[in-house]
């Protein structure tokens, strides 16, 4: 129903590239018909195409599933509409927060990956490689590859702009291109349920155990501490 945060900054970071390459940018996304409205977003911003992945075939899919029916568009998009020397995906969605989609294309189409990008140092067409800063715990590391690529990014790496209100009226009457598995031709073993070796079996809130006031740790300090050791003990969570 809206678009990814984290892919909004996926956009973003396209369009910038867009605005100082000359480069196209298209916008894919696999999903229901109403994810149109969200494709028609991405032509307000500044995206040249935009092509809906939708066919209930496609359903039910896990992240294995997802990326092979994304790696399929993008291949078809390179080999009939235009070349792509870049991929950039959100670091993951809100919802699954699985981070896994955007690897798996990578890995399915023989691109190299850059993860948990926050800055896209430089982008050399003519030696045909890129340099990125990822944002790794409590360091950042710089990485070069050649193209092809596919870039997984975060929040830190962009601010996304607002459309145009010409934009967002032009993106009203355009036509957001539906590809279904009759466009793609692919195994329907392997897309949608059948092809989603895990599933989600239960959605719950852990119960969690009620805590205890053990012992006055104010008015009397070494009884209480006395007091915990021994409960420890009892429960054998005390290393010998």
């Known amino acids: 129903m809206s678009m990814n945060p984290f892919d909004e900054i996926a956009v973003e970071e396209a369009l910038r590239l867009k605005d100082r390459f000359g480069c196209k940018v298209a916008a894919i996304s696999m999903g229901p018909p109403n994810a149109e409205g969200t494709l028609k977003k991405a032509l307000a911003l500044g995206v040249d195409y935009a092509i809906l992945l939708s066919d ?3 359903g039910g899919a896990d992240t294995l599933a997802t990326s092979n029916v994304l790696a399929a568009a993008i ?3 390179h080999s009939e509409v235009d070349e792509v020397g870049l991929v950039l995906c959100g670091k993951q969605t809100i919802d699954g927060d699985t981070a896994q989609v955007g690897p798996g294309i990578a890995s399915r189409m023989g691109y190299q990956q850059l993860t948990l ?5 430089d982008l050399d067409l003519a030696g045909n490689k890129i340099r990125v800063s990822r944002k790794l715990e409590g360091r950042h590391e710089i990485v070069e590859t050649p193209l092809p690529a596919m870039l997984t ?4 790496l962009n601010r996304p702009r607002y459309p145009k209100v010409p934009m967002r009226l032009a993106a009203v009457d355009t036509v957001v291109e539906v590809w279904n598995n009759q466009t793609l031709k692919l195994d329907e073993q392997k897309i949608g349920l059948k092809g989603s070796p895990t599933w989600v079996s239960k959605i719950f809130s852990p119960e969690r155990d009620k805590g205890e006031i053990i012992g006055d740790g104010y008015a009397d300090p070494e009884g209480t501490a006395a007091l915990l050791i021994e409960k420890l003990m009892a429960k054998d969570m005390l290393p010998l």
């Open 56 to 58: 209930r075939v496609f």
């Open 75 to 77: 291949a078809k998009l």
């Open 117 to 121: 990008v926050d800055k896209i140092v």
């Open 153 to 156: 990014v975060v929040r830190e």
